[in-house]
């Protein structure tokens, strides 16, 4: 039986809102994609900072592949343990004076001016995968709209093939009207990958067309309601 890519027991962590950030249990296993719907902005940094490591909690256990977050020896381990998780955040800027492909290449090079024709190659396929343009790829970073920013970065977390991606409210730019575009994007993205999907999200309509499962986190208790 395969060890899961994530699990999360009894955890508590105490970070100025109105009560702790709570979760009684989560797993996902290998593949697993989840939208969870009940944490707020600043908890959502809060569980992101737990789930790498950046952070213990106060209470409760964090595993990734089997191992607690709290097992984490040194800098140099953590610096290698974030290998592991692609994550979609605000917080990670985008370049906006380089091109989309520039941005799409970076996690994989630092030499992107001038691109490679094969790192050129690869980070277009991933673009174009990810729902944007042909005529976007070379264009500066600074001009695409919310929708299009947020392909770029699911795009990005994905390039060097994490274990689990982490994505931390990815519509919140968004206008309605982009939403369950996004969302398909994502799904097909997702689509053939063996990570799996950390979806944090206030969005209810992302989180149904995301899908598959979705998760309704009552902050009270920490228990986690599955189920459409």
């Known amino acids: 039986m395969s060890v899961p ?18 979760i009684e249990r989560l797993t996902l296993a290998q593949g697993d994609r989840l939208a969870l719907v009940g944490i707020d902005g600043p908890g959502a940094e809060v569980l992101i900072n737990l789930l790498t490591g950046a952070s213990l909690p106060d209470r409760g256990e964090i595993r990734v592949h089997g191992r607690s977050t709290a097992d984490i020896a040194d800098g140099p381990a953590w610096l290698a343990s974030l290998e592991r998780f692609g ?48 005529a976007d790829l070379d264009r500066p970073t600074g001009e695409l709209g919310p929708s299009g920013r947020a392909r770029l970065r699911f795009a ?11 994505a931390e409210h990815p519509t919140a ?7 369950k575009g996004l969302a398909r994007d994502v ?16 969005d209810e309509t992302f989180a149904e067309a995301v899908g598959p499962r979705v998760g309704r986190l009552d902050p009270a208790s920490g228990r986690i309601a599955f189920g459409r």
């Open 156 to 166: 990005r977390a994905l390039a060097l093939e994490p274990d689990l991606l982490l």
């Open 87 to 134: 994550i979609v955040s605000e917080r990670a800027p985008l370049v906006d004076a380089l091109s989309v492909v520039q941005n799409l290449a970076l996690p994989l090079s630092l030499d992107v001016d001038p691109l490679s024709d094969p790192m050129r190659r690869r980070a277009a396929a991933l673009a174009i995968e990810a729902g944007l343009a042909e």
């Open 187 to 202: 799904r097909a993205l997702l689509r053939g990958r063996a990570a799996a999907a950390l979806i944090l999200t206030a």
């Open 173 to 179: 730019t968004l206008s309605r009207g982009d939403v």
């Open 5 to 22: 890519v994530l699990e999360l027991s009894l955890v508590s962590k105490a970070y100025g809102g109105l009560r702790p950030l709570r």
